[in-house]
Every structure is written in structure tokens, then in C-alpha cells.
């Protein structure tokens, strides 16, 4: 594991954002969502592509709470731009969790 400076860590802007839209990714070469994620006045909604389908629905991720890296360049991504990056982690077996708020904060929140 590398040591980082703090100052490398808070060039990083984790943000809480509300996922408004979700959407299979027909165009992914892995199974993928398309999320519209709502990050609160200051920053607006923005897009992403996430490989959570073996855990979550489409249905059942709108309103759900995310942590997501917004401060990265767009990437394409087939043919969409990814604007941020949903965080998660992977279980045991290879699939994606969602790293998620445990309580209600206001949209666009930073992690501290």
C-alpha cells in the first residue's frame, strides 16, 4: 500500500448524491447501469456507469444515497461520458457494493 500525503487526499472531492435515474447499459461490453446521479444546486446531476447489477434492480437504486468521486475528467465509456465515479466495494465473490451513506445527509455533501 502507498502512503499518500493528506494534501493528495483532499484533492479528492467524494460527494453524496441521490441516484434520480438508473437504466441498463445495452451497450456495455460488461453487464452495467447507465446512474443519473443528483448532486445537490452546486454541482447538478451527473452521469455514471457502475457494474452493480448482481446486487441491485434498476428500480430499486432510484432514491438510494451514493458516495462518488466528481472531480475526475469525463471518460468515455462506449457511448456515453461518465462524469463521476460511484464508489463501492467488491464482495467476496467479485461483485460490486455500493459505498453508501448510513443516515440522510444533504446532496452534494463532501466526505470529511
Known amino acids: 500500500m502507498d502512503l499518500i500525503e493528506w494534501n493528495d487526499f483532499i484533492k479528492v472531492e467524494l460527494r453524496v448524491g441521490k441516484i434520480i435515474q438508473a437504466e441498463v447499459?445495452?451497450?456495455?461490453?460488461?453487464?452495467?447501469?447507465?446512474?443519473?446521479?443528483?448532486?445537490?444546486?452546486?454541482?447538478?446531476?451527473?452521469?455514471?456507469?457502475?457494474?452493480?447489477?448482481?446486487?441491485?434492480?434498476?428500480?430499486?437504486?432510484?432514491?438510494?444515497l451514493v458516495v462518488a468521486v466528481v472531480n475526475f475528467p469525463k471518460k468515455q465509456i462506449g457511448p456515453i461520458q461518465s462524469e463521476c465515479l460511484v464508489t463501492g466495494f467488491h464482495d467476496e465473490n467479485g461483485d460490486v457494493a455500493l459505498c453508501v451513506p448510513d443516515l440522510d445527509v444533504p446532496l452534494g455533501t463532501k466526505l470529511l
Not at 36 to 42: L, N, P, Q, S
Open 25 to 64: 447499459f445495452e451497450k456495455a461490453r460488461k453487464p452495467a447501469y447507465i446512474l443519473h446521479v443528483d448532486f445537490g444546486h452546486d454541482l447538478g446531476i451527473k452521469k455514471s456507469s457502475a457494474q452493480i447489477t448482481k446486487h441491485y434492480q434498476p428500480d430499486a437504486l432510484i432514491g438510494k
